[in-house]
C-alpha cells in the first residue's frame, strides 16, 4: 500500500457531517439519558432498562430482527444470483428498488388488504378449506418485514456477484469442483462482503422497525424502535428513549464489528492469507 | 436470458410478482368508485381528476420529487469520497471507529434524528421549510450510500492503483479515472437507495419542517386517523407509472447510444 | 465517470424543471394579493377544505395548511418553533399540558363574537377556565365499535362484555395507554383519572385477563378494520365509529354504562402565531352557525356548535350514540393531565400488558 491517502479536502464534507448531525445528535441522546421524566439527573434511566420489561423486549428485538435478516439473506441471494445472468440485469436490478418508491405506508395498508380475512390470500385459501388469520401473526410481520428489506440486500449482494472473473467458475470446474462446491468455496467467499453490507443494512435498521409493528403485527411483535417511539412521542420521556437508543447504539456496534472487514485489501488480488 | 434454467426464472417472477403485488393492489383501488380501499364497487377515473384539481397535493409532489432527488445527488457526493476516505485510512481503530459513528443515522430511529435535528436548526437559526429538510433528507442518506459503496472499495485491487501511479496518473486522475468507474455500481446502489429512504421518510422530515413546505409522506402518515383518500392511491399510480416509463426509457436509450463505443463492462 | 457527471446533470437538470413548476403553481394558486397569511396547524383530513378556500376569500386572507398526526409531535414543534403557526388544534389534555407550558396565548372574547353559538355545556371545563386559551371544536366519547352482523347477539352495555370467553381474538384496543387502561380502571368502576398505584395495577391485571379476546392492538387502522369486517368489536373513539359506520352501516357504536371519557379538540392561538389577529377572524369564522354544519357533515365528528345543530339533520343531531343525552353525560370523565411521571406508569403498564398479549 504505497499510495497516500486522498487530499484531505475531499474528505471535508464528510467530516463536517459526522461532526453535525451524527456526534451532535448522539451527544445530546446521551445526555438526555442521564434525565428523568421530571428534568432530574439519574441514573434510573439504565436501572429501569434492565427490568425485566425492556430487557424481555431486547431479546424478542433481536429475534425477530435475526429471523428477518436470515430470510432476506435466503430469498436475496438466489435472487441477486440469477438476477447477474439475465440479459438487462441493470434494469431488471432496477426493477427490484423501484416498488420501495412508493409510500410505505400505503404499501402497508395495502398488505392488510391482501392478508385480510377476505383479501386475495384468503380467497386462494378459501378453496382448499376455512379462511385463516394471517394478519397480526408472526408469519405477517416477517413477511412483510423482509418485502421491505430485501432491496437492501439485492443490492450489494448483486453488486459483489456481478464483478466476479467468470475465469474463475472455469477454473474451479476444471479442477474438478461441482458446481455446488464451486459455489460454496469460490463464489460464496468472494461475495462476503456484499453479504456483510447487506447484514448492516437490514439488521440494524429490523431492531428498530416501528410502523409495521403496529399495523402488520398488531403490537403483538414490539421492537426497540416502537418502545423509543413510545417514549419519544406518548410518554414524553425523552430520557427513557433516549436511554433505549444508547443500548440500540452500542448494539449496533457490536454488529459492526462482527460484520467488519478484518483488513483491508483486494478480495480478488489479495485473498492469499 | 438463455442461460437461466426453469426453476431460475420461476424463482425470479415469484419474487417480482411479490415486490409488486402490494402496488397492483393499490392501484386496482385508484379506480374504485367506492371511495375506500375496502370494497370494491365500480370503475371511475375521479379520484385521477381529484389529484389534477388539487394544487396544494401537486405542489407537494413537486416538492417531495426535488428534496429527494437533489439529497440523494448530493449524500451520494459526499458519501462516496466519505468511503474513499475510510478506505484509506491506514489506522484500523480509526476506521472501524468512523464506521460505528458512519452508521449510527442508519439504526437512530427517526424521532430521535427528527429531534435532535430540530433542536440543532433551531438553536443555529435555520428557518424551517426546504432548506431544513433537504439539509436533514442529505444527512440521513449518506450512510447507506457509504454501506453500498465500501464492498466496491474493499475489492479493488490495490495493486490497480499503485499501478496507475506508477504510470504517472496524478491523484485526480486516480480519483476519477481508476477508482470511480471501478466503484460506479455501489455509487448507483447507494443513490437509489438513498432516493429509497428520502421519499420513504416521515417521522424525521415532519419534525424539521415549517412554513407550509411539506412532503408526500407528511402528508399521507397525518391522514391516516381520518382515513387515507383514494386521491392519494389515485396520485401513487401516477407516480409509479411515470417512474417505471422513466426508468425503463432512460435504460434503453442509454444503451441504444452508446452501444458502438462500449463493449459491455461497466453497464448502467 | 463521464456516465455520473451525465446522471449527475441530468438530474439537477429535472429539479430545476420541477421548480420552475412550483413557482408557476404558486403563482397560480396565489388567489389573493397582498393580503396577509396565517397557518393552520391540523389534524389530516380535519377540515372541510371548500371552508379554507371561502375563508380565504371572505377575508383575503392566505392561509397555510399543516398536518401533524399526534398532540404530542404537535407540541414539540410549536415549542421548537422555527414556524409561525397562527391556529392549532390540539385536544384538550394537550390543552393543559401547552398551558403549563406557556405554549398558548389568550383568546380574546370580544373577537370571538360567535362564540354564542356553542353549547354551554362545552364552555368553561377543568381542563381550561372560562376558555381563556381555546375554543371546542369536536368533541367525543370513548366506547366499544360492534359489528352485530359477525357477533351472536352480543351486546356491549358494559365493559366486562369485552371478557366473554366466546369472543376469542375478535377485540381490537386502540394503542394508547390511557384508553386502554382507562378500559380496565372503568370496568372495575374506577376513576379514568386514577393516580392510586394500587387501583391501576389491579387495572392493568384484569386487561391483561383480556388477552385472549385481544386481535390486535393498532391505532387508525382500526377504522379500515372495521370497514372491511376483518374485527368484530373495537374500543374506540366516537368520530373513528362514526368514520366506519360511514361506509359499513352493520356498524354500531355503545358507550358502557359504567362510563367513560368524554374528549375535546379545541382550536388555540400558539404562543408563536404572526398573526393573531387573523388567527381571531378564522376561530370566528369556523365557528359560524353553516360553517360549522358544513364543516360537520365533511369530518363526521359532533360538534359543540349548538346554532350549527339546528341547521344539520334531526337524523343526525337525535342520533343519542354521538350526541349522547344529559345523563349518559353524566357518567363521562374528561381526562385530567395526570403529569408527566404519572403518564410514565400508564405506559409502562400499557407496554407490560402487550408485552403479555402474546401468551
Given at each position: 500500500?504505497?499510495?497516500?491517502?486522498?487530499?484531505?479536502?475531499?474528505?471535508?464534507?464528510?467530516?463536517?457531517?459526522?461532526?453535525?448531525?451524527?456526534?451532535?445528535?448522539?451527544?445530546?441522546?446521551?445526555?438526555?439519558?442521564?434525565?428523568?421524566?421530571?428534568?432530574?439527573?439519574?441514573?434510573?434511566?439504565?436501572?429501569?432498562?434492565?427490568?425485566?420489561?425492556?430487557?424481555?423486549?431486547?431479546?424478542?428485538?433481536?429475534?425477530?430482527?435475526?429471523?428477518?435478516?436470515?430470510?432476506?439473506?435466503?430469498?436475496?441471494?438466489?435472487?441477486?444470483?440469477?438476477?447477474?445472468?439475465?440479459?438487462?440485469?441493470?434494469?431488471?436490478?432496477?426493477?427490484?428498488?423501484?416498488?420501495?418508491?412508493?409510500?410505505?405506508?400505503?404499501?402497508?395498508?395495502?398488505?392488510?388488504?391482501i392478508f385480510g380475512l377476505y383479501g386475495p390470500v384468503n380467497k386462494v385459501i378459501s378453496t382448499f378449506g376455512s379462511r385463516q388469520q394471517i394478519l397480526f401473526t408472526d408469519f405477517s410481520f416477517i413477511f412483510v418485514a423482509v418485502y421491505i428489506f430485501i432491496p437492501f440486500m439485492i443490492l450489494p449482494i448483486f453488486n459483489s456477484l456481478d464483478k466476479l472473473n467468470p475465469a474463475l467458475f472455469d477454473a474451479s470446474r476444471d479442477l474438478g469442483a461441482s458446481s455446488w462446491v464451486t459455489f460454496r468455496r469460490v463464489i460464496f467467499p468472494l461475495t462476503l462482503n456484499g453479504v456483510k453490507s447487506g447484514i448492516q443494512a437490514v439488521f440494524i435498521p429490523a431492531l428498530s422497525l416501528f410502523v409495521i409493528t403496529r399495523l402488520i403485527s398488531g403490537n403483538k411483535v414490539i421492537t426497540l424502535g416502537t418502545a423509543i417511539e413510545q417514549q419519544f412521542l406518548v410518554t414524553q420521556n425523552w430520557g427513557m428513549g433516549s436511554t433505549i437508543a444508547v443500548f440500540l447504539i452500542l448494539f449496533m456496534i457490536i454488529v459492526m464489528m462482527l460484520t467488519g472487514q478484518k483488513d483491508r485489501g483486494g478480495a480478488i488480488s489479495g485473498k492469499t492469507k | 436470458m438463455g442461460k437461466l434454467s426453469k426453476v431460475a426464472k420461476l424463482y425470479l417472477a415469484l419474487v417480482f410478482f411479490i415486490l409488486y403485488a402490494p402496488i397492483f393492489y393499490l392501484i386496482f383501488y385508484s379506480f374504485n368508485s367506492g371511495g375506500t380501499m375496502s370494497s370494491y364497487e365500480g370503475f371511475t377515473l375521479e379520484h385521477y381528476a381529484a389529484v389534477f384539481n388539487d394544487t396544494r397535493l401537486i405542489i407537494i409532489l413537486l416538492n417531495t420529487v426535488i428534496v429527494a432527488l437533489l439529497s440523494s445527488l448530493i449524500a451520494t457526493a459526499i458519501g462516496v469520497l466519505g468511503a474513499i476516505g475510510i478506505v484509506f485510512l491506514r489506522n484500523r481503530n480509526m476506521r472501524n471507529a468512523v464506521l460505528s459513528l458512519n452508521t449510527i443515522l442508519i439504526v437512530s430511529p427517526d424521532v430521535i434524528i427528527g429531534a435532535s435535528f430540530l433542536i440543532l436548526f433551531t438553536m443555529v437559526g435555520v428557518k424551517l421549510g426546504f432548506a431544513s429538510v433537504l439539509i436533514s433528507h442529505i444527512a440521513f442518506s449518506i450512510p447507506i450510500v457509504v454501506i453500498m459503496v465500501l464492498p466496491k472499495l474493499q475489492e479493488m485491487s490495490s495493486s490497480l492503483i499503485d499501478a496507475a501511479a506508477d504510470l504517472g496518473a496524478s491523484k485526480r486522475d486516480i480519483l476519477t479515472r481508476v477508482i470511480i468507474p471501478y466503484i460506479k455500481p455501489g455509487i448507483f446502489a447507494g443513490f437509489f437507495l438513498a432516493l429509497t429512504y428520502s421519499l420513504d421518510d416521515f417521522a424525521v422530515t415532519f419534525f424539521v419542517t415549517g412554513n407550509g413546505f411539506s412532503t408526500l409522506s407528511v402528508e399521507i402518515y397525518s391522514m391516516a386517523r381520518a382515513g387515507i383518500t383514494l386521491t392519494i392511491n389515485a396520485l401513487s399510480a401516477l407516480i409509479f407509472i411515470i417512474t417505471l416509463l422513466l426508468v425503463v426509457g432512460y435504460y434503453f436509450f442509454n444503451q441504444r447510444s452508446r452501444q458502438p463505443v462500449e463493449t459491455g463492462g461497466n453497464k448502467l | 465517470m463521464k456516465e455520473i457527471l451525465r446522471a449527475s446533470i441530468a438530474i439537477l437538470l429535472i429539479v430545476a424543471l420541477l421548480f420552475y413548476g412550483v413557482s408557476l403553481l404558486e403563482k397560480g394558486s396565489a388567489t389573493t394579493s397582498g393580503g396577509t397569511t396565517i397557518t393552520v396547524f391540523n389534524w389530516g383530513e380535519y377540515i372541510d377544505p371548500e371552508l379554507i378556500a371561502r375563508f380565504e376569500e371572505e377575508t383575503n386572507t392566505k392561509v397555510i395548511y399543516e398536518t401533524f398526526d399526534s398532540n404530542e409531535a404537535m407540541m414539540t414543534k410549536i415549542e421548537q418553533g422555527g414556524t409561525s403557526y397562527d391556529v392549532a388544534m390540539p385536544s384538550e389534555y394537550a390543552i393543559e399540558k401547552m398551558k403549563e407550558s406557556e405554549l398558548l396565548l389568550p383568546i380574546d372574547h370580544e373577537k370571538i363574537p360567535n362564540l354564542k353559538n356553542i353549547d354551554p355545556y362545552f364552555l368553561d371545563l377543568p381542563f381550561d377556565p372560562g376558555n381563556k386559551y381555546s375554543i371546542p371544536y369536536f368533541w367525543g366519547t370513548v366506547g366499544i365499535a360492534y359489528n352485530p352482523a359477525l357477533l351472536e347477539g352480543q351486546s356491549f352495555e358494559s365493559w366486562n362484555d369485552l371478557w366473554d370467553p366466546s369472543l376469542k381474538e375478535e377485540v381490537i384496543i386502540v394503542d394508547s395507554a390511557r384508553e386502554a387502561i382507562g378500559m380496565g380502571l372503568n370496568s372495575l368502576n374506577y376513576s379514568l383519572n386514577s393516580t392510586d398505584l394500587s387501583e391501576l395495577r389491579q387495572a392493568t391485571d384484569k386487561l391483561k385477563t383480556l388477552g385472549p379476546n385481544v386481535k390486535a392492538v393498532i391505532g387508525d387502522e382500526i377504522v379500515e378494520m372495521m370497514r372491511r369486517e376483518e374485527a368484530a368489536i373495537a374500543l374506540t373513539w366516537s368520530g373513528q365509529a362514526a368514520d366506519m359506520m360511514f361506509v359499513n352501516e352493520n356498524i354500531d357504536y355503545s358507550v358502557p354504562k359504567e362510563g367513560s371519557n368524554l374528549w375535546f379538540d379545541n382550536m388555540v392561538i400558539p404562543k408563536t402565531a404572526g398573526n393573531a389577529e387573523g388567527a381571531h377572524e378564522f376561530i370566528n369564522f369556523m365557528l359560524e352557525a353553516e360553517v360549522a354544519a358544513q364543516n360537520t357533515s365533511y369530518v363526521g365528528y359532533s360538534t359543540p356548535n349548538q346554532a350549527a345543530t339546528e341547521l344539520m339533520d334531526a337524523e343526525v343531531i337525535e342520533d343519542e350514540r354521538f350526541y349522547p343525552p344529559e345523563e349518559l353525560r353524566e357518567r363521562l370523565e374528561v381526562y385530567k393531565n395526570l403529569g408527566p411521571e404519572m403518564l410514565g406508569v400508564y405506559n409502562e403498564l400499557f407496554l407490560e400488558f402487550k408485552m403479555d398479549m402474546k401468551n
Open positions: 500500500m504505497k499510495t497516500k491517502a486522498p487530499r484531505f479536502y475531499y474528505m471535508i464534507p464528510y467530516y463536517l457531517w459526522i461532526v453535525l448531525f451524527v456526534v451532535a445528535p448522539i451527544a445530546l441522546v446521551v445526555y438526555y439519558s442521564f434525565f428523568n421524566i421530571t428534568g432530574d439527573f439519574t441514573f434510573s434511566n439504565y436501572q429501569n432498562f434492565f427490568s425485566s420489561v425492556y430487557f424481555r423486549m431486547t431479546l424478542s428485538s433481536f429475534w425477530y430482527a435475526f429471523l428477518v435478516t436470515l430470510i432476506t439473506i435466503a430469498i436475496a441471494y438466489p435472487t441477486a444470483y440469477w438476477l447477474t445472468k439475465t440479459k438487462n440485469k441493470q434494469l431488471w436490478l432496477l426493477l427490484i428498488i423501484i416498488p420501495s418508491w412508493i409510500n410505505l405506508l400505503l404499501k402497508a395498508y395495502a398488505f392488510i388488504g | - | -
